[in-house]
């Protein structure tokens, strides 16, 4: 069973207790690092005030670099999906037509 203890994050000088299991804890610090990044360039920015304001918005931005990310996935899985097809009706045709050339020289 995993044990999952809380764990002392900083964000925007505000400590945070978050529960998190050993094997979680790499990946919860590099969340919390570019979570609290995203949050800096804002609150440098002078164009937001307010830490709730400042969440918000930066919550926004990683929302749409995500959603940006998954478009981009779907997008290239779509076109690698279509070169695969396209590749296997040309080595299938190709195999057809070697089959037949051997059967017609028969």
Known sequence: ??????VA????????LVSCGEHERERL?????YIND?????????KIIGTERI?????LNIASELLAYKQE??????????????????INDAVIQ???????GR
Not at 1 to 6: A, E, G, L, V
Not at 9 to 16: A, G, P, Q, R, S
Not at 55 to 59: D, I, K, S, T
Not at 98 to 104: A, D, F, I, V
């Open 1 to 6: 069973m995993t044990q999952s203890d809380p």
């Open 9 to 16: 994050v900083t964000i925007l000088d505000k400590e945070y």
């Open 29 to 33: 610090y590099a969340t919390v690092e």
């Open 38 to 46: 995203k949050m800096l360039d804002l609150k440098n920015s002078g």
């Open 55 to 59: 969440a918000v918005m930066a919550a």
């Open 73 to 90: 996935k779907k997008d290239y899985t779509s076109s690698v999906d279509t070169t695969v097809k396209r590749l296997y009706t040309k």
């Open 98 to 104: 070697e089959n037949q050339t051997k059967t017609s």
